[in-house]
């Protein structure tokens, strides 16, 4: 303390002032002007002053009624409100019906060092400008604009280098359609969660400039933006992220995605991950490494124009679920999946049901099974395949209930190693009038269909 106050004595210019401001803790720059009263003086330094200068300023335009901003009731005396060029201080957040197109100012002291939630749910606001903001103590965003009505927002000035979290940060901003984020520094950022979740009509992302080095969990981050048609990702560092669950999930009209440089080494959780990107007509994922996945249920479901795949480095050892995983990719003619194990599957019900110009498909090979399997409805619908094959069969229990159900040009159905280890064996074509034989030898099952 003694150091910095016999620093603070020689300094006469309130330039070089606010550069130590920046550089330095607050804190110790509050508890250095309180320690000593006589270098307020000789320095010309107050706190107020240095309260003034680190306060965040927020220009609002406002459009109908509502609410302003979201403050906890023991952090009001630290947000002042006032009405565009009035010194007059509002003492309510919120503007009434005969209150519209107006300019609000909003300045924020350096006591706040969360804006979680700030803007959220204020479909009053059409633009946010942040005119000022001199502060780098700012920890979080969760929600900060979530569920807004804004149509614009401007980040220039923001300093984020020590946000940890920005999940939900844009969430439901249903009515932007572009957003410059040249500015946000994401280098500590952690938490990227449904980051741009139910951004509808956001036909426009450039987050090239994005650090993701840091991130666990990028969750939803881009679900249901259903008006982009690219994204380039190819700058993004995953090393150390563990969920990607729903991350592209809803983004029906995205038909370019680079995620060539995507490490998921560490990922555990797939789930839903490109769930109904419909105009997806090739995915190459080769350079994917899914030994850590344990869930990759509906991972391509409801890609209804994917024709083309190529997941041959899949490694799914720990994999435990891969329900409904090709669903509804009803352009998709070939799938192999040979590469696939099963040491861990606990189910595999719907995996590639309904694609219906499936023409050859190669099922994983059971040779170290360690649970009982359920493949209900697993192959469903799939009215263009002739005949499957699976091979390897231990002792483990499968469920093949209503597995081929539907499945009207089915010509035949192998299965090897077979020891009556099949449940519901007798519904395996549902409820369909399919007519088979079956005969068994050396173990290996047949199903004729005539």
């Excluded at 560490?266 to 090739?282: A, G, L, R």
Aim: proline share 0%; charged share 20%.
């Amino acid at each position: 303390m003694a150091e910095y106050i016999s620093y603070l004595e020689k300094i006469k210019s309130k330039y070089i002032i606010k550069k130590i401001f920046n550089n330095m803790q607050e804190k110790n720059i509050l508890q250095i002007l309180k320690y000593n009263k006589n270098i307020q003086k000789k320095n010309d330094i107050n706190i107020n002053s240095y309260i003034k200068y680190s306060q965040i300023e927020v220009e609002i335009i406002t459009n109908g009624s509502g609410k302003l901003i979201n403050i906890k009731n023991n952090e009001k005396k630290f947000y002042h409100i006032y009405e565009d060029n009035t010194n007059i201080e509002m003492n309510i957040n919120y503007i009434d019906k005969k209150d519209i197109n107006k300019k609000i100012i909003i300045l924020i002291d350096h006591n706040i060092n969360s804006l979680d939630g700030l803007f959220e749910e204020c479909r009053c606001i059409e633009s946010i400008n942040f005119k000022k903001f001199n502060r780098n103590n700012i920890y979080s965003m969760k929600n900060m604009f979530a569920s807004c009505s804004l149509k614009s927002i401007i980040l220039s000035n923001f300093k984020t280098n020590k946000v940890s979290n920005m999940s939900h940060m844009f969430y439901g901003c249903d009515k932007l359609n572009k957003l410059k984020l040249s500015s946000l520094n994401t280098e500590n950022v952690i938490s990227m969660d449904s980051m741009f979740e139910n951004c509808y009509n956001l036909n426009e992302l450039n987050i090239s400039n994005f650090n993701t080095k840091n991130v666990k969990s990028m969750s939803g981050m881009f679900y249901l933006c259903e008006s982009l048609e690219k994204l380039d990702l190819s700058n993004f560092s995953t090393i150390n992220v563990t969920d990607m669950s729903f991350m592209f999930s809803g983004c029906h009209s995205l038909k370019i995605l680079n995620i060539s440089t995507f490490c998921t080494e560490k990922v555990t959780n797939m789930y839903d991950m490109f769930c109904e990107c419909s105009s997806i007509e090739k995915l190459n994922l080769l350079n994917f490494n899914t030994e850590e996945v344990e869930n990759m249920s509906g991972m391509f479901s409801r890609c209804s124009s994917l024709n083309h795949i190529n997941i041959s480095s899949f490694k799914t050892k720990k994999t435990k679920y891969m329900i409904s995983m090709f669903e509804n990719c009803s352009t998709l003619k070939f799938l192999n999946l040979s590469n696939f194990s099963v040491d861990c599957l606990i189910s595999m019900d719907f995996m590639i049901s309904n694609c219906n110009s499936l023409e050859t498909f190669i099922p994983p090979t059971f040779s170290n099974q360690q649970n009982d399997i359920s493949m209900k409805h697993m192959i469903e619908q799939c009215n263009s395949l002739k005949k499957i094959e699976i091979n390897s069969l231990l002792k483990k229990k499968i469920d093949v209930d209503h597995m081929l159900e539907g499945c009207n040009s089915m010509k035949k159905v192998t299965f090897y190693k077979y020891n009556n280890n099949l449940l519901n064996i007798k519904k395996i074509f549902g409820n369909s009038q399919k007519k088979y034989l079956t005969f068994s030898k050396n173990k290996v099952l047949n199903f004729l269909c005539y």
